[in-house]
């Protein structure tokens, strides 16, 4: 019955991404983006991480998809429709792609057995730990992930100001 849901969570995952890539609008794919993270949150619920799955349906789906579709109403979709859609160099992205499946393939026949510098490991099934370990040990890099976001926020901002209020 686990192989089951396994197979839809997953397949739900990988058709919301793909369509959030493929759909024209930029609704659309906004909305393709929720069923891919609702994917994602029910993989984790099948391997009994109730945290993450909590997490993923308020912090993703609930907050940033939200903050998404809040920038996506400020763009002006009328001349991005006009504009080019993909570059002409679609050969780099078919090149990483193709790295990444093979990097995948390679680690899927047990190339490397263990990740080389693991660190401490993450306590599991314990959110106090884990907290305690996000805010002591992992502080700097969570910060500075928290200051990147931000940083993107304020850009997308900027990017979305109509010209005349630029002036």
């Given amino acids: 019955m686990d192989a089951i849901f396994f197979a839809a969570f997953a397949a739900l995952t990988l058709v919301g991404a ?3 890539v ?9 909305v393709w983006l929720i069923v891919s993270l609702l994917g994602t949150a029910g993989l984790f619920l099948l391997q009994q991480a109730e945290f993450l799955f909590a997490v993923q349906i308020i912090l993703y789906v609930g907050g940033i998809m939200v903050l998404f579709l809040f920038v996506i109403m400020l763009v002006n979709l009328a001349r ?4 080019r859609q993909f570059s002409p160099r679609w050969w780099v992205a078919a090149g990483a792609v193709s790295l990444l499946i093979a990097e995948c393939a390679y680690l899927m026949r047990g190339g490397v057995p263990t990740l ?3 660190g401490p490991a993450l306590p599991a099934g314990n959110v106090e730990a884990l907290a ?7 502080l700097l890099p969570f910060e500075a992930i928290s200051l990147l976001l931000l940083v993107a926020m304020v ?6 100001r109509k010209p005349e209020a630029a002036q």
């Fill in 18 to 20: 793909v369509l959030t």
């Fill in 22 to 30: 493929a759909a024209r609008n930029a609704v659309h794919s906004a």
């Fill in 80 to 83: 991005a429709e006009g504009e």
């Fill in 116 to 118: 080389p510098g693991g």
């Fill in 132 to 138: 305690d370990l996000l805010f002591t040990q992992y």
């Fill in 155 to 160: 850009g997308c901002v900027l990017m979305a």
